[in-house]
């Protein structure tokens, strides 16, 4: 097992980080961290209303750190953005995989072309750049063998999957041919305070959440597939630690959660520890059942094994913080 060689502390204390997608769910988590572990923070966020920035998301430490309304899309402003910077987390994108279908145009700018765009920037301007990207087990499609390791093979079912694997794939190639050491997580299900509630088009555990907490009944389609979670806390430690790490440099690591459940135990749950609450189930609709992967879980061992992650919450304190979140914040997020 390699471990981090030195505390997270020391590795970014004073360190200038960059971090697009910063005002959303993960990337202002990660924020929040950093800004505790002593670091010079810079967050870039396009901010539009169809994707998760949040300005309430920096709420508490937003003075300690430095706000780029910006678009990764500007090719123009990149230049500018990665120059003197010592780490990048690449946060941004587009998420909704029912939006990748029906505007492919657009998925295709901000998963594939602006990744490009990122990463040429660092070859021209900074190079070292230590660089981790976001990516998703969306790209496996249709699990052929549970749990899923990195070693499965990928096939996407929507755009956004295709999209996200040339991302990562851009990121790989910059590692191996540029040297601009570079780390993919392929993450699954990320829950947590922050997330985004308004629609689906993060996750649907947020539409649930949102539901509960006004009094709603939610829906549940199928309800008998699998799923894994992890919580966002998490999630920011595996970033961290695959930025620290030089045996992360060039790899692809999966996150997981705690034993997985089917989303009618999920729902259970969360009506559970929310003291009351209905769910109804019901079929899938038929355009999302056809880009729908079906049952999935991460095997996650290679992070544990390589980097020493593994994931600390349990399912149902994650959705108990979540929950007690929403009941105080909400009108923020809606």
Request: net charge positive; aromatic share 8%; proline share 5%.
């Amino acid at each position: 097992m390699t471990l981090l060689p030195t505390s997270l502390d020391e590795v970014f204390a004073d360190r200038r980080v960059l971090i697009t997608g910063g005002l959303g769910f993960i990337g202002s988590t990660l924020a929040r961290k950093l800004v505790r572990l002593g670091a010079r923070v810079t967050v870039v966020d396009c901010l539009m209303p169809q994707y998760g920035g949040n300005r309430r998301n920096l709420a508490g430490v937003a003075h300690k750190i430095d706000v780029i309304i910006a678009d990764v899309r500007d090719h123009a402003g990149l230049p500018g953005l990665v120059r003197g910077q010592d780490f990048l987390f690449n946060l941004a994108g587009q998420t909704s995989h029912m939006d990748s279908m029906t505007d492919p145009e657009t998925d295709l700018e901000i998963n594939c072309r602006a990744q490009l765009a990122i990463l040429e920037a660092c070859r021209k301007y900074n190079p070292a750049l230590r660089t981790v990207f976001a990516s998703t087990r969306q790209l496996y499609g249709r699990p052929e063998n549970l749990p899923v390791a990195e070693t499965h093979p990928v096939r996407p079912v929507d755009v956004n999957g295709i999209n996200k694997l040339a991302g990562e794939s851009f990121h790989l190639l910059y590692s191996e041919v540029h040297n601009i050491p570079s780390t993919v997580l392929r993450l699954t299900n990320t829950i947590g305070p922050r997330m985004r509630v308004k629609d689906a088009r993060q996750t649907f555990v947020g539409v649930w959440i949102r539901a509960l907490v006004e009094g709603r009944p939610f829906e549940v389609w199928d309800g008998a597939q699998w799923r894994d979670f992890t919580y966002v806390d998490d999630a920011v430690e595996a970033f961290l630690l695959a930025a620290a790490c030089d045996a992360a440099v060039g790899r692809v690591f999966n996150l997981g959660g705690p034993p997985p459940v089917t989303l009618r135990h999920l729902a259970e749950l969360l009506v559970e520890l929310n003291d009351g609450g209905n769910f109804v189930v019901k079929e899938f609709p038929a355009a999302r059942k056809k880009i729908d992967i079906g049952d999935f879980y991460a095997d996650y061992r290679l992070i544990k094994e390589t980097l020493g992650w593994k994931p600390r919450t349990s399912l149902a304190n994650a959705l108990r913080k979540t929950l007690a979140y929403y009941r105080k914040e909400l009108s923020h997020y809606v």
